[in-house]
């Protein structure tokens, strides 16, 4: 009896490896403020220094913002 692991595994490995990519650009006409930039790099050298990953940090950063944004749009 073949199990659909054993299924899974053999049409997975006639694939190989497949390469995703994706190109990331700056928003045109936006700027930040230096005083936002700073704040950011202290908070994210804190959060790096206490051992968290890096996509962990940006998602969970950009998460937050979110919640952040929506706080000072109902206010």
């Known amino acids: ?3 659909f692991n054993d299924k899974a595994k053999k049409i997975m490995e006639s694939y190989g490896s497949i390469k995703m990519t994706s190109r990331l650009f700056y928003p ?3 700027s930040l403020s230096e005083e936002f930039i700073q704040a950011f790099r202290k908070e ?3 959060l790096k220094a206490l051992g968290i990953d ?3 940090i940006l998602s ?3 998460k937050a913002l979110h919640f952040h944004s929506r ?3 109902t206010a």
């Open 1 to 3: 009896m073949v199990k």
């Open 28 to 30: 045109r006409n936006f």
């Open 54 to 56: 890096d996509k962990r």
């Open 60 to 62: 969970k950063l950009t």
């Open 44 to 46: 994210y050298a804190r």
């Open 71 to 73: 706080d000072t749009n």
